[in-house]
C-alpha cells in the first residue's frame, strides 16, 4: 500500500507551471528616470504561461513593481516588459516583476 500513497502525494505536490523557472530581471533601461517615461525590463521567463503555437507570445501577463507601487505594462513578452514609471516615488527602489504567483530578483531603479 505504500506505493500508491507515494505516488499520490507526488501527484498531490505538483502542479502545472512546476517546471517553469520564477522570472528573472537582467537589466532596466534606462534605470533611472521621472514619473511617466518608458523603460524597459529585459530578462527570462517572464511568460509563465507561453501561447503554445508562439512560446515568446504570454497568454496572460503579470504586475511590475516599483518597491510596492504597481505599473501597468505596455508590452509584455517573454524576454521583454515595457512599462511607465510611476508617480509618487522618492527614493532608489527595486523593481520586480510578477507573474503567476512568482516573483522576480529585484532590479535597482532610480527616480529624478
Sequence with gaps: ???????????????????????????????????????????????QNPEPDDEATCLHTGTVVFGSVPSAASAWSDHEVQVGVPAGLTVPVQVRVQVSGRSSNGATFTPR
Aim: charged residues 15%; negative net charge; aromatic residues 2%.
Design 1 to 47: 500500500m505504500r506505493a500508491p500513497l507515494a505516488l499520490l502525494v507526488a501527484l498531490v505536490g505538483c502542479t502545472r507551471g512546476d517546471d517553469v523557472p520564477a522570472p528573472a530581471i537582467a537589466a532596466l533601461t534606462p534605470a533611472s528616470g521621472a514619473a511617466g517615461d518608458a523603460i524597459v525590463i529585459t530578462g527570462s521567463d517572464f511568460c
